[in-house]
């Protein structure tokens, strides 16, 4: 009893230290509150979350069976499926699931101050994000590693498993399209960031060659050349910029730019992986894993103060960033970090094969899911440093604030952000670019927090150029491996779902479907990347909040099968841990999908938008960004498809939820255990018990 | 000098962390394949490390739909 009470006691002190440290952070009265308690607050939290909610969810909900065979012991080849390390797995789930999503959208969400926004993320993880991944981890895990798709056809029926591919799919095209846009607006006008990006290009064929031909299979060797060559080309970018012939040759307006990813995502999507592909994965992992471990040091160790405040004038929903009130918009701006839909992906893609012991399942599912989070509280706490008057100049479109450094410090000083001409443009200069003013989309914001704290630690204001060009680097790579990797699953998925009607297009090995559907697949991103582009206000308005939608509506998507499984094992008693979370994501998703639509504002709804325009256009007038009424036609119609796929993305949603408790209310009424596992173990594997997993596939 | 446990508890955690960078990229133990291979399967060939590494790049990128496929 005692000894039961003592191993209580050190988790109340912990909870006591979250307490206090979360109390500091929300009640800040004008002093800037230092950010190293917002990771104290993150940290408590998430330690008593993973002791306690993930303990429960792990021995009541699922009654997690450290004797039962998992798929990899099960199916062990050595390859595919392999017992693996339980922290060797949590590094590699960790790599697979952390991205752009969880760096960007906080960023974007501090416009409302960093209270919001770290609520949000300890709240959302705990109670969803983590959750969810855990919850379709152990879904597919005991279903021998079956993938999302798979694993909604068989539990929820055929008609919702093609909803959910079909929606996956749009979803991959709206993520991708956003990744490329954040890119764009990262390099446009950048001489210096262009060139280390395009760099990368030749650095990443000469490691495949070097791989394939020289030395077969030597990562660690040439990560490391590949490293060092990327450093030097990031030290001899500043040269390039500052050359008057090779400058201007690297700088690109974002429609060139625009036009230069889409040909590189058709190029790099049909080469060989081996070339181009894969050694520039090895590159953009080592550095994401490398830069977030030197991220959380930073913090750690300069511990800066916080300059945002913790609530602005923006939670009213008049934000230049993004236009749309607290609720729903703030839930849908920071998805990844809190709530990831797409993680359902990857706990259903290779983390289920390698699982060694189910009841790792906990550290791997709701652990890396926090760890997961730590990085979108980094994220807050970069964008949080920096004075908020360069935060605004950096992320409010030209539209509003003008071009020059005077028109900006003019209308965000307006806005009650105080910042001079003078500062503006010293911070250009300091990280070596022509100007900040409108970079919007998150990666140069981040960046230049990042440069902050890194020029902290090592080389001072000196070395500020270098580290901000560094972080864009290091987003612009992996956000350019997401956009290759994902336009090739895109374009299997495409051939996939198009195999349903025209059995043809099924066979990957031939070209002319792989062809189409590549060429299918990066058109329909490449649509709206350009849409995004040429928006006047920086299409992060529009395209990000599609993208949160999709990816929260997958969320759900996926904790309504969590709920549909706890049905059919009848554990019903313990359904509301996903229906609570699925509610949650429901109810925003749905908001925000239909004030997408039709909410009167212009800012904030699409057909509103498309009126105005084409009100203006019955008239004969023209509005910006529309130069000819050829334009602005293809404004309206930009707005319709934008319309239609917000109603797309609703119709996903409510007609999974109908499947979804249709299957609950069958497997209630059923007297018994509905559930579709596959058996214990091997010795059960009789013949009925074959079929029922051989029916699964 | 490290005690000859100390030496041995680094040399785990030095292989613990390569095995977890190179799974991070798709590429499984290759060890551990041949010793599953050789104790289960003595009578089929064993690839060579250069086609095992081969064979895994494929695999990651092929056409199993998402794979190697980051999220956002």
Redesign the interface.
């Given at each position: 009893m005692a000894g039961a009470v003592r191993s209580h006691l050190i988790w109340v002190l912990v909870g006591i230290l979250g307490a206090f440290a979360l109390a500091l952070i929300a009640i800040e009265r004008g002093e800037h509150v230092n950010a190293l308690w917002i990771v104290v607050a993150a940290v408590a939290t998430y330690l008593i979350a993973y002791r306690y909610y993930s303990l429960f969810i792990a021995r009541r909900v699922m009654q997690l069976d450290p004797e039962r065979e998992t798929p990899a012991v099960r199916h062990?080849?050595?390859?595919?499926y392999?017992p693996?390390?339980r922290?060797?797995?949590f590094?590699?789930h960790f790599?697979?699931?952390?991205?752009?999503?969880p760096l960007v959208g906080p960023v974007l969400a501090a416009q409302m101050g960093y209270l919001p926004g770290v609520m949000w993320i300890l709240a959302g993880v705990v109670l969803a994000g983590a959750v969810q991944d855990f919850m379709v981890l152990f879904v597919s895990m005991r279903r021998d590693g079956r993938?999302l798709?798979e694993l909604i056809r068989a539990e929820l029926g055929p008609v919702p498993g093609v909803i959910a591919l079909f929606g996956t799919f749009m979803i991959m095209v709206i993520?991708l399209a956003?990744?490329a846009l954040i890119v764009v607006k990262a390099l446009a006008e950048s001489p210096w960031g262009t060139f280390t990006v395009a760099a990368t290009v030749p650095i990443a064929v000469f490691m495949g060659l070097y791989?394939?031909y020289i030395r077969?299979?030597a990562?660690?060797e040439v990560s490391v050349i590949g490293f060092v060559l990327l450093m030097l080309a990031i030290v001899f970018g500043q040269t390039i910029a500052e050359s008057p012939t090779w400058g201007p040759a690297f700088t690109f307006t974002g429609t060139q730019l625009c036009w230069i990813l889409i040909g590189y995502g058709f190029i790099a999507s049909i080469l060989p992986?081996?070339l181009l592909?894969?050694p520039r994965?090895?590159l953009s992992?080592?550095l994401k894993?490398g830069a977030i471990a030197a991220l959380a040091l930073g913090i750690v160790v300069a511990a800066p103060d916080l300059r945002m405040p913790a609530l602005t004038r923006f939670v009213d929903g008049t934000g230049p960033v993004w236009s749309g009130s607290l609720f729903p918009f703030l839930f849908i701006t920071i998805?990844?970090g809190a709530v990831?839909g797409?993680?359902a992906?990857?706990s259903s893609?290779?983390t289920p094969k390698?699982i060694d012991n189910e009841a790792n399942a906990r550290l791997i599912g709701y652990g890396g899911m926090l760890m997961e989070s730590f990085v979108a509280i980094m994220a807050l706490v970069a964008a949080s440093i920096i004075e908020p008057g360069i935060y605004f100049t950096m992320n409010s479109p030209g539209a509003q604030i003008g071009t020059t450094a005077e028109s900006a410090a003019a209308k965000v000083t307006e806005w009650g952000f105080p910042v001079t001409p003078q500062q503006i443009e010293e911070t250009a200069r300091d990280v070596g670019e022509h100007s900040i003013i409108s970079r919007t989309g998150g990666a140069p914001t981040l960046a230049v927090g990042m440069a902050q704290i890194f020029s902290n630690l090592i080389g001072g204001k000196a070395m500020m150029a270098f580290w901000y060009h560094f972080a864009i680097l290091f987003e612009a790579l992996?956000i350019l491996?997401?956009v290759d990797?994902?336009t090739?699953?895109g374009r299997?998925?495409l051939q996939?779902l198009l195999g349903l009607f025209m059995p043809r297009f099924r066979d990957?090995a031939s070209w002319g479907s792989s062809i189409a559907a590549t060429a299918l697949c990066v058109g329909a991103w490449g649509y709206f990347l350009y849409q995004g582009v040429t928006d006047p206000l920086g299409g992060v308005n529009t395209l990000w909040p599609l993208?949160g939608i999709s990816?929260q509506m997958l969320a759900a998507v996926a904790l309504v099968l969590g709920t549909v499984v706890i049905f059919r094992m009848k554990r019903e008693r313990y359904a509301w841990v996903t229906i609570l979370p699925a509610a949650w994501l429901i109810v925003c998703t749905l908001t925000a999908g239909l004030q997408k639509i039709f909410h009167p504002d212009p800012a904030i709804g699409f057909l509103a938008h498309a009126n105005r325009f084409s009100n203006a256009l019955a008239q004969g007038q023209v509005l910006a960004p529309a130069k000819d009424p050829a334009q602005m036609s293809q404004v309206i119609w930009n707005d319709r498809i934008d319309a239609a796929l917000s109603a797309l993305f609703v119709l996903v949603v409510v007609s999974i939820v109908y499947y979804g408790i249709r299957a609950c209310l069958e497997a209630y009424r059923a007297d018994r255990w509905t559930a579709r596992e596959a058996p214990a173990t091997r010795d059960l594997l009789d013949e009925e018990a074959a079929g029922a997993v051989s029916a699964m596939r | 000098m490290l005690k000859p446990d100390l030496r041995k508890r680094w040399s785990d955690f030095t292989k613990c962390v390569c095995q977890g960078a190179r799974l991070m990229v798709g590429v499984p133990d290759y060890e551990t394949y041949v010793e599953h291979m050789r104790r289960n399967h003595p009578d089929r060939s064993v690839m060579a490390y250069p086609d095992f590494f081969r064979e895994r790049q494929a695999a990651r990128y092929g056409g199993e739909g998402r794979s190697g496929f980051r999220c956002c």
């Open positions: 062990n080849d050595g390859l595919d392999v693996t390390n922290y060797v797995l590094g590699h790599a697979a699931i952390a991205g752009a999503g993938s798709g993520i956003v990744l791989m394939r077969p299979g990562i660690g992986v081996w592909l894969a994965d090895y992992t080592f894993i998805a990844c990831s797409f993680h992906l990857i893609g290779t390698l992996f491996t997401a990797a994902g090739r699953a299997f998925m996939d990957t993208f990816n | -």
